[in-house]
């Protein structure tokens, strides 16, 4: 079964400073990974999604690696701004007989202080 | 409208009701998902429609009763309810339900029993 882990579960952070989001699973045959972004009481928004194949995608600020063979993707976020709090959640997709599911983590739920 | 919108967006039921959850896509997929987030809990796959026939029953309670009638709509339809059944649901769609799809989430029903 395949278990996905958000650590810190938590992250507070001064203005400016770069952000670092770390996401490991525990089964290495995955199709894709997925970051999302939550705030309170509202959906998922997607903000890059990584294919097996690839090391990287980037938008804007957004960076995320994948390392599929150590079971990693970390997100990071430049110039971090007030905007940017809120809860990021990454997801697997997981191969085998049900390729429909999304494995999710618990999600790390930052802060950023203006 | 565009994306993928969810109604009601607030539900407060009894045990002893029945009620339903809407959800319609305007992008053309031809998946769609219910997903379940619990309070400090990994967000939880319910159900997967693809090209309107149920794909994936993900154990649960006969008191959830999805329903696609084409593949730009989706209902929970709820009856029976326990508290512990209180959570934001989210719905979901992607292009083909295929394993390189990217899911894109509505913005949720917080559903509370009482």
């Known amino acids: 079964k395949q278990e996905v882990t958000q650590i810190p579960a938590a992250l507070s952070v001064p203005e400016g400073e770069n952000l670092v989001l770390n996401c490991s699973f525990t089964d290495s045959a995955i199709y894709n990974l997925q970051w999302f972004r939550q705030d309170p009481g509202k959906g998922l928004t997607s903000l890059l999604l990584i294919q097996s194949s690839q090391r990287e995608q980037t938008s804007g600020r957004l960076n995320a690696s994948l390392d599929k063979s150590s079971g990693r993707s970390t997100l990071y976020i430049a110039a971090s701004q007030p905007g940017d709090s809120a809860t990021y959640l990454c997801?697997?997709?997981?191969?085998?007989?049900?390729?429909?599911?999304?494995?999710f983590g618990a999600g790390t739920t930052v802060t950023v202080r203006a | 409208e565009t994306g993928v919108t969810q109604t009601p967006r607030h539900l407060v039921m009894g045990m002893t009701n029945k009620k339903s959850l809407k959800c319609e896509q305007h992008?053309?997929?031809?998946?769609m998902y219910w997903y379940k987030q619990s309070a400090k809990k990994p967000l939880e796959l319910m159900f997967v429609y693809s090209l309107e026939e149920r794909v994936e029953n993900n154990s649960v309670p006969s008191r959830f009763s999805p329903e696609c009638p084409n593949s730009s709509h989706l209902f929970l339809h709820l009856h029976t309810l326990q508290p512990e059944d209180s959570a934001l649901y989210l719905c979901?769609?992607?292009?083909?339900?295929?394993?390189?799809?990217?899911?894109?989430f509505g913005p949720g029903t917080r559903l509370t029993v009482t």
């Open positions: 992008l053309g997929h031809n998946a």
């Open positions: 979901a769609s992607s292009l083909q339900g295929g394993f390189g799809d990217e899911q894109y």
């Open positions: 997801a697997v997709r997981v191969v085998g007989s049900n390729d429909y599911k999304l494995s």
